[in-house]
């Protein structure tokens, strides 16, 4: 009876997601193409399959799925439908965000000694900016990966539902699941204290909406096995982000899904104490040292595989600790508050160039390129934490450049960042491909991202459920405002 009810929850949470709003007047400020019928004519068409582009296509949508899709020559425009003749611009699928956050992480203050300056690392939700740029940016389905404000996310979905604010189909995840001394650290958070809080932790929060967990870096194995347990027991998936237990550990333990790629792996570290999270310098001079190649890496690659543990990329967050990385770019510059500005270019001005963050960096895409290649399932997020450089949307398309650089073609890394997310999140039967019958959500980019993924920062219109939003519009309304609201 359990099992049932589980499953009918479920099918009502697809069935609300998928449900077509009336939007309000303010959501409507930023659609550019609204119609029962749109024909997408002489388009470029990557469908998020990893096969090849297919050239000269028409798409159809109604009643906000794609009905037809083929080449201009042979499927015909419907009569009164609205025609954009898009020649020379490529149609991707909604990218699917799957480590992302409606927070913004503020400067941090430390003391001559080195430790924060109470009440710590302090984070500022911004529910008005952070919905607006993921849509804007060509995300149209996002897993929020940690809450701050779980009330604020609540109430964010349901706005977004219902055609009250613009922004993505979220997918949220509780506030993390984290135990002493994390909450040192980041004051916002609740410190668990035994495996019975873990549990209690995930039934309160699932009974409230939640859909997905978080394990957080100083989780014991007990208190991650009775979290895990008790969001399989309602049919929910557990992600983490760990550092006092291994990989290997947890994907026997039974987590779904890794975050960070590789590069918060602690298993390989000399000495590491079981429970505990290392420190010092050790750890990153063991991680630069792995080889993808060697029984080690591949046996737990393996173990992954076996146990169908998905790994989330988010190589932008750790590109931001790297002086020259990524080049500054106006568009993110002009979004920030000047608070923001000002504390992101003194802290990047801070970091050094290249040297151990650079080398940390390339090991992470060689481990990633090489699980993907074992066989392992790869998503993509982009953490946009760190010293905020990252930010929504912006930072979900770098983190498509960055699959690119490690060694992904762009049609691989297209995959990673839509279809791999939606089936994931069990999904893949209405978005993350382009196909018939799927939810028409579609970006439109005047480039062509197969042969240079930078064109994927070249978003013109982006529709979620055959709805159209004007991304620049979208951008242009957060304006100065990110990290304040």
Not at 19 to 27: G, I, P, T, Y
Not at 308 to 334: C, H, M, N, W, Y
Not at 384 to 390: A, D, E, I, L
Request: hydrophobic fraction near 40%.
């Amino acid at each position: 009876m359990r099992r049932v009810l589980v499953v009918a929850v479920a099918c009502l949470y697809s069935a609300t997601l998928f449900a077509q709003a009336k939007l309000s007047d303010e959501v409507r400020k930023y659609v550019s193409v609204d119609s029962p019928m749109i024909a997408i004519t002489h388009v470029r068409v990557i469908d998020g399959t990893g096969e090849a582009p297919r050239e000269d296509q028409t798409i159809v949508i109604a009643n906000g799925k794609i009905q037809r899709i083929g080449s201009a020559s042979s499927v015909p425009v419907p009569s009164g439908a609205k025609i954009l003749d898009k020649s020379g611009y490529t149609v991707i699928p909604g990218l699917v965000g799957m480590h992302e956050h409606l927070y913004y992480t503020a400067s941090v203050l430390r003391s001559e000694k080195g430790g924060l300056v109470p009440p710590g690392y302090f984070i500022n939700e911004i529910p008005y900016t952070a919905p607006r740029l993921y849509l804007a940016a060509g995300v149209t389905t996002a897993r929020t990966t940690g809450s701050v404000e779980p009330f604020t996310d609540l109430n964010l979905k349901a706005a977004i539902d219902r055609g009250r604010m613009p922004g993505p189909k979220l997918f949220l995840t509780a506030p993390y699941l984290e135990a002493s001394p994390g909450g040192e650290i980041v004051p916002q958070l609740y410190e668990l204290k035994t495996a019975a809080d873990a549990q209690r932790w995930v039934a309160f929060w699932a009974d409230l909406g939640f859909t997905s967990f978080k394990g957080y870096m100083n989780l014991t194995r007990a208190q991650l096995k009775a979290a895990v347990d008790e969001a399989h027991r309602r049919g929910l998936k557990l992600t983490a982000h760990l550092c006092s237990i291994g990989y290997r550990e947890a994907a026997e333990i039974g987590v779904d899904n890794l975050e960070h790629g590789f590069l918060v792996d602690t298993e390989f570290t000399p000495n590491k104490k079981p429970d505990e999270c290392p420190s010092g310098p050790g750890s990153d001079k063991a991680f630069l040292k792995l080889d993808s190649k060697s029984p080690e890496i591949q046996g737990l690659f393996r173990t992954l595989i076996d146990k169908k543990v998905a790994v989330t990329s988010t190589l932008p967050v750790f590109e931001s600790g790297i002086g020259l990385r990524p080049p500054l770019q106006q568009r993110v510059l002009d979004a920030m508050s000047a608070e923001s500005r000002t504390s992101y270019l003194r802290i990047k001005a801070g970091r050094p160039p290249g040297g151990t963050e650079e080398a940390y960096l390339k090991k992470g895409m060689e481990l990633e390129l090489a699980f993907v290649k074992a066989g392992g399932t790869l998503l993509a997020g982009a953490d946009p934490t760190g010293n905020g450089g990252v930010l929504p949307g912006f930072g979900d398309q770098r983190e498509l450049e960055l699959l690119v650089e490690a060694g992904f073609t762009p049609l691989e890394a297209i995959k990673i960042a839509t279809l791999n997310g939606a089936q994931f999140l069990e999904v893949g039967d209405q978005v993350g491909s382009i196909a018939e019958g799927k939810q028409a959500d579609l970006v439109l980019i005047n480039g062509n991202p197969a042969k240079d993924i930078s064109d994927v920062e070249k978003v013109e219109t982006v529709f979620k459920d055959g709805i159209g939003y004007d991304s620049q519009k979208l951008i242009d309304s957060v304006r100065g405002q990110v990290g304040i609201r």
